[in-house]
């Protein structure tokens, strides 16, 4: 079974500091999804990382994957009050008859003054 | 309409209510999918159709019971649930085959 674990679950951080957000999982992949939520909201993609050593910047959020470690980075530079939200790692795999994604926990981000 | 929406946003009922959920795509995908977000709990795949045929059941209990007229629709009806059932349902859409996921607004279910 595929599990996925993100850490830190919560995370409050000061504007203008830069932190990460690491996401582990159990067994080989082929990709690897970042998604963000706002509250009350749907999940947006952000990124698809897709082979060992993927970079992807958008913005104050960057993302890696290390396939052999099975981990992937999300770091946030210079974090802003806008970058409040929850934000998944998802790992996908195929399934009997489709293509499925498996969620990490999430990890909420408070930005404060 | 643009991208994935749902109805209702918002649903209250009684365990012994009978109701659905609808979502609609708008985007020309072939694969629909329904998750259930509860609160300390990873999104659980709940189902999963590609080209209105279901290919995917992750043991769920059957007082949830998706339907997939078409490749646009994709609907979730419940009947006797449990106050447990209480969570956000939301539905996403993708092409068969790629994995990337365009997810619907939700909706939020309490169940009293």
């Known amino acids: 079974e595929l599990k996925v674990e993100q850490n830190p679950l919560f995370l409050s951080m000061q504007e203008g500091k830069n932190y990460t957000i690491y996401c582990n999982y159990s067994t080989t992949s082929d990709r690897l999804y970042w998604y963000r939520q706002d509250p009350g909201k749907s999940l947006e993609s952000l990124f698809v990382l897709l082979s060992n050593g993927a970079v992807k910047q958008e913005g104050r959020l960057m993302a890696s994957l290390d396939t052999k470690a099975r981990l992937s980075t999300l770091h946030i530079t210079a974090a802003v009050h806008d970058l409040s939200a929850t934000y998944f790692c998802?790992?996908?795999?195929?399934?009997?008859?489709?293509?499925?994604?498996?969620f990490g926990k999430g990890t909420k981000l408070s930005v404060i003054p | 309409e643009t991208g994935v929406t749902q109805t209702p946003r918002h649903l209250v009922m009684g365990m012994t209510n009978k109701k659905s959920l609808k979502c609609e795509q708008h985007?020309?995908?072939?694969?629909m999918y329904w998750y259930k977000q509860s609160a300390k709990k990873p999104l659980e795949l709940m189902f999963v159709y590609n080209f209105k045929e279901q290919t995917e059941n992750n043991s769920v209990p059957s007082r949830f019971s998706p339907e997939c007229p078409n490749s646009s629709h994709l609907f979730l009806h419940l009947h006797t649930l449990q106050p447990e059932d209480s969570a956000l349902y939301l539905c996403a859409s993708s092409q068969v085959g790629q994995s990337k996921l365009y997810f619907g607004p939700g909706t939020r279910l309490t169940v009293t």
């Open positions: 985007l020309g995908h072939n694969a």
């Open positions: 998802a790992v996908g795999y195929s399934g009997a008859g489709s293509y499925q994604l498996t």
